[in-house]
């Protein structure tokens, strides 16, 4: 089975706290995304990762910045956060085979509280 | 049905009875579709898939139907059971990319 963990699940900052998310899949995943998802809103896509190094903002970049030095691992890091970044994060990886798109695997989420 | 706003739209169905959940999709170029269910607490877990070169496809116990001209996409759950309560929701994408939008979903509640 498709392994997708996140670091926390739990965490409360203070604002202007630097925070760090991290997700590790255990698939050789090509693909990783980082999404936040609150009430009403449904799922947005804050950042996503096709391979090491690379990057490509979401619909929802502002104030958010990632990191992908190892194919396994994608972070999602708020450089100095904000009550409206309070939200359920969550991290997904999927495959990319020549170019066509499969199911995305969901970790089970991170519920960021910013006081 | 889905929809954007504040309010989930929710569907109660009877333990035994089939579920149908409906999801309007936006992009007449998608062409490839997930279904997701979330439980409370958890994160989304893929439950079936349909490319648009088909318009029927049928899992263990759900069927997802695909309609290309009005933009429309259900999933039926048959013999609906208390563990399949949770949110659902869609997803499409353009195979020629990797991102994906979902819907905000339906809030299933299963009666026993």
């Known amino acids: 089975d498709v392994k997708v963990t996140q670091s926390s699940r739990y965490l409360v900052k203070r604002t202007g706290e630097k925070v760090f998310l991290e997700c590790v899949q255990d698939?050789?995943?090509?693909?990783m995304f980082w999404y936040r998802q609150d009430p009403g809103l449904g799922l947005r896509l804050i950042y996503f990762?096709?391979?090491?190094?690379?990057?490509e903002k979401g619909d929802i970049p502002e104030g958010y910045s990632v990191s992908r030095e190892k194919k396994e691992r994608f972070s999602l890091i708020l450089e100095s956060a904000s009550t409206n970044q309070t939200s359920m994060y969550l991290c997904a990886s999927s495959f990319n085979l020549g170019g066509t798109s499969y199911e995305q695997y969901f970790g089970p989420g991170t519920r960021l509280t910013v006081t | 049905g889905e929809s954007v706003g504040l309010h989930l739209p929710t569907l109660s169905v009877q333990e035994g009875d089939n579920s149908i959940i409906n999801c309007a999709y936006s992009n007449s170029a998608s062409d490839y579709f997930i279904w997701y269910k979330q439980e409370s607490g958890k994160g989304p877990q893929f439950i079936i898939d349909?490319?648009?070169?088909?318009d029927k496809r049928q899992g263990q116990r759900v069927t997802v139907l695909l309609n290309k001209t009005v933009k429309h996409l259900s999933l039926q759950i048959a013999a609906t059971q208390p563990g399949d309560s949770a949110v659902y929701f869609c997803?499409?994408?353009?195979?020629?990319?990797?991102?994906?939008?979902f819907g905000t979903g339906t809030s299933l509640t299963v009666i026993p």
């Open positions: 990762s096709y391979d090491v190094k690379m990057k």
């Open positions: 349909i490319r648009s070169n088909m």
């Open positions: 698939m050789d995943h090509e693909n």
């Open positions: 997803a499409e994408n353009m195979d020629t990319g990797n991102q994906f939008y």
